[in-house]
Nanobody, 124 residues
Framework: QVQLVESGGGLVQPGGSLRLSCVAS????????MGWFRQPPGKEREFVAA????????YYADSLKGRCTIYRDNAKNTVYLQMDNLKPEDTAVYYC?????????????????WGKGTQVTVSS
């Protein structure tokens, strides 16, 4: 399995921005579609965004659509999540996921490798 390590989380004020990164190792990065999920305190993990291996297909959850951008740099084995205009309800642990069998027809379905997460806290 591919190993995933997230970074870039932290404390940010409402309206602020953060860029999360996820570095993959151990397998060929371009074999995997990549995704971001999050788990707010006391809630279930939820889908945030996904990107195809080539980077030409992206999909976003409605809750963050227009406020976040997922993109990848295959030369650096890294996927990013740029989040803008953050709100307190965006507070969560954000997880990176990789799936070699991801299909755009079911974009929120990820079965594969997961990172350990990075905490994002939006608070004044």
């Amino acid at each position: 399995q591919v190993q995933l390590v997230e970074s870039g989380g932290g404390l940010v004020q409402p309206g602020g921005s953060l860029r999360l990164s996820c570095v993959a190792s151990g397998r060929t990065f371009t074999n995997y579609a990549m995704g971001w999920f999050r788990q707010p305190p006391g809630k279930e993990r939820e889908f945030v965004a996904a990107i195809s291996w080539r980077g030409d297909i992206t999909y976003y959850a409605d809750s963050l659509k227009g406020r976040c951008t997922i993109y990848r740099d295959n030369a650096k084995n890294t996927v990013y999540l740029q989040m803008d205009n953050l709100k307190p309800e965006d507070t969560a642990v954000y997880y990176c996921a990789a799936d070699p069998h991801w299909v755009a027809a079911a974009p929120t379905n990820f079965a594969g490798s997961w990172g350990k997460g990075t905490q994002v806290t939006v608070s004044s």
